[in-house]
């Protein structure tokens, strides 16, 4: 498995291309697991889903927090009026 990446590497160096020379081994990697590796988005889908109620209380506490200055203006003006 690895051979393959040692021989494009040799290979590149052979070529006299001496940028391409340096990230030979990450070129090498991403060719080998290209072939052999198969990506599972059920798990990460799954997370997404456990965490969504946790996301839309985050999201639904920024809101009035972003918009917290204007909200204490208008309370501050009702109590103001029975003062």
């Given at each position: 498995?690895?051979?393959?990446?040692?021989?494009?590497?040799?290979?590149?160096?052979?070529?006299?291309?001496?940028?391409?020379?340096?990230?030979?081994?990450?070129i090498?990697?991403?060719?080998?697991?290209?072939?052999?590796?198969?990506?599972?988005?059920?798990?990460?889908?799954?997370?997404?889903?456990?965490?969504?109620?946790?996301?839309?209380?985050?999201?639904?506490?920024?809101?009035?927090?972003?918009?917290?200055?204007?909200?204490?203006?208008?309370?501050?003006k009702?109590?103001s009026?029975?003062?």
């Amino acid at each position: 498995m690895f051979g393959l990446g040692k021989r494009i590497k040799n290979w590149i160096q052979a070529q006299k291309l001496k940028a391409l020379g340096k990230v030979a081994p990450g070129i090498a990697l991403v060719l080998i697991t290209l072939g052999e590796t198969t990506i599972d988005t059920s798990q990460m889908t799954q997370m997404i889903n456990d965490m969504l109620p946790l996301i839309i209380a985050m999201i639904s506490l920024a809101i009035p927090l972003i918009f917290i200055k204007y909200i204490m203006r208008f309370i501050e003006k009702i109590l103001s009026g029975f003062g």
